[in-house]
């Protein structure tokens, strides 16, 4: 079965980096584009960042422009989120997600979802 296992989230200060790892399994991962989204509390489910299955051309939230950035390891599996100068207002599950239509968008769009990942960013 399709498997995406997030890692790397935690508890943070307000300024810190982190770095969010997604790993997959049981699809050809190079056929997927990949979706990170996050959900805070109280709040609906919406996309960070988002890459093409070839890696080519990435998506980024607004708010997240010139602070994250999306990045993937074909040969590995595995998808990334690097985050720095996060903010408390950041502190959300974090969703890994895998699609086979382009753009990912919204909750609509991916095929399979990972479990999420706490991150914590603290005043």
């Known amino acids: 079965q399709v498997q995406l296992v997030e890692s790397g989230g935690g508890l943070v200060q307000a300024g810190a980096s982190l770095r969010l790892s997604c790993a997959a399994s049981g699809l050809i991962f190079k056929k997927y584009a990949m979706g990170w989204f996050r959900q805070a509390p109280g709040k609906e489910r919406d996309v960070v960042a988002a890459?093409?299955?070839?890696?080519?051309?990435?998506y980024y939230t607004d708010s997240v422009k010139g602070r994250f950035t999306i990045s993937r390891d074909n040969a590995k599996d595995t998808v990334y989120l690097q985050m720095n100068s996060l903010k408390p207002e950041e502190t959300a599950v974090y969703y890994c997600?895998?699609?086979?239509?382009?753009?990912?968008?919204?909750?609509?769009?991916?095929?399979?979802w990972g479990q999420g990942i706490q991150v914590s960013v603290s005043s």
């Open positions: 997600a895998a699609s086979l239509a382009w753009p990912v968008l919204t909750t609509k769009t991916p095929n399979y």
């Open positions: 890459i093409t299955a070839s890696g080519l051309t990435t």
